[in-house]
């Protein structure tokens, strides 16, 4: 009894314990807020009081209510010869690089099967499906990571396995469209969406048709997804749209099919892509024309950017990762009559990067 009423009192004490001795709580935890990324997930291995601190939901509120998360760009990197996979996250303003932890996947897997989005404001990553390379075989997996811990989680496996395939975020529902099946060359139409709430999959409407390979935006409601122009260009590509709220599909029109010839990027509620042909020109979808119209301002720096290249972009700004992990940041405005122009400048990466090639990059606030 007298073993038992001990434990009682250090458990006690424990949970009394301050954040920081000599300051109120209050202002302890406002000091732990002001920590940037990465260094509160390293914080909570200080004291169980600072991670109890730092894990509880009204502690990334509080951040939120202060401005205090900044868009960082995280990118899913691959060696070139070894296919060694690595989570890098990069501070856009220092130039600061930091390494995640390891995603929880098998060692053998194909990097650009993953597909790849996030709910930015929440600091969470997802990384969905994949396939391992040893057997060709699509997975079923659902990783999550969050920027307040920076640790990973394995969530609940999505419905259908798969692999090489688009998703996207649609007012907080993460939709998955299409992609190969069960093997390489197993292409489907079923549709599934994650609710983050409580972390199920479920059905949702299927495509009308399998896609050689997958393109996608989400603007308002809707997901745009496309095959996108292939070489040898003999074959327009095919395309569809998914309404959330209606749970349906329907046809995109030509303009916005035929003109979508690079890697999609949105900003607002407007539609950008950088093309993979030429000099890398950038252009925006005009939905009252459909058609894109070519955005003017500073040419892409192609002397700087090797392809392959992953896209993303928040707040006007337009990250493009190339191979070697530079990092072009395209800040895009409005100019006189309506027509957009864009400034770039290049972030430059470590030497050591040299041999990573991007698959995906997403923009947390972190």
């Known amino acids: 009894?007298?073993?038992?009423?001990?434990?009682?009192?250090?458990?006690?004490?424990?949970h009394v314990e301050p954040l920081i001795p000599g300051l109120p709580d209050e202002v302890a935890e406002l000091c732990l807020l002001y920590l940037p990324y990465p260094y509160q997930g390293l914080a909570r291995s200080v004291s169980s009081s600072?991670?109890?601190?730092?894990?509880?939901?009204?502690?990334?509120?509080?951040?939120?209510?202060?401005?205090?998360?900044?868009p960082h760009v995280f990118v899913l990197a691959f060696h070139k010869s070894t296919a060694r996979i690595q989570w890098q996250a990069l501070d856009p303003r220092s130039g600061r690089w930091f390494v995640l932890p390891p995603m929880p996947c098998p060692k053998t897997v194909c990097p650009p099967a993953f597909a790849c989005t996030s709910l930015p404001r929440q600091g969470k990553l997802l990384v969905l499906g994949?396939?391992?390379?040893?057997?060709?075989?699509?997975?079923?997996?659902?990783f999550i990571y969050r920027s307040y811990t920076n640790q990973w989680s394995i969530g609940?496996?999505?419905?259908?396995?798969?692999?090489?395939?688009?998703?996207?975020?649609?007012?907080g529902k993460i939709v998955a469209v299409g992609g190969s099946g069960s093997g390489i060359s197993d292409s489907i139409t079923a549709v599934e969406c994650y609710n983050s709430e409580n972390g199920k999959w479920g059905p949702a409407a299927k495509m009308r048709?399998?896609?050689?390979?997958?393109?996608?935006?989400?603007?308002?409601?809707?997901?745009?997804?496309?095959?996108?122009?292939?070489?040898?260009?003999?074959?327009?590509?095919?395309?569809?749209?998914?309404?959330?709220?209606?749970?349906?599909?329907?046809?995109?029109?030509?303009?916005?099919?035929?003109?979508?010839?690079?890697?999609?990027?949105?900003?607002?509620?407007?539609?950008?892509?950088?093309?993979?042909h030429g000099d890398c020109p950038m252009k925006v979808y005009v939905p009252d024309l459909d058609t894109w119209q070519y955005v003017g301002g500073d040419r892409f720096p192609r002397e700087a950017m090797q392809r392959p290249f992953a896209?993303?972009?928040?707040?006007?700004?337009?990250?493009v990762v190339s191979c070697g992990l530079n990092v072009a940041v395209g800040s895009v405005y409005e100019a006189d009559r309506g027509e957009f122009c864009v400034e770039w400048q290049v972030l430059v990466a470590p030497r050591a990067f040299h041999d990573f090639a991007p698959s995906n990059c997403q923009v947390l606030y972190a």
């Open 209 to 276: 048709m399998g896609l050689a390979r997958y393109d996608s935006a989400v603007v308002g409601n809707r997901m745009y997804v496309t095959e996108g122009w292939t070489w040898p260009f003999m074959f327009s590509p095919r395309a569809g749209i998914y309404d959330a709220d209606k749970d349906t599909w329907q046809e995109m029109s030509n303009g916005m099919r035929e003109g979508w010839t690079g890697l999609s990027v949105v900003l607002g509620d407007r539609l950008f892509v950088i093309s993979e």
């Open 130 to 142: 994949g396939m391992r390379s040893d057997t060709e075989t699509s997975m079923d997996s659902t």
């Open 311 to 319: 896209v993303n972009g928040v707040e006007g700004k337009v990250y």
């Open 1 to 14: 009894m007298a073993d038992l009423s001990e434990n009682q009192e250090r458990t006690e004490e424990k």
């Open 156 to 171: 609940s496996p999505m419905l259908t396995p798969r692999s090489f395939f688009a998703t996207g975020n649609v007012e």
């Open 50 to 70: 600072w991670n109890r601190a730092i894990t509880d939901p009204a502690f990334l509120v509080s951040k939120k209510s202060l401005s205090l998360s900044l």
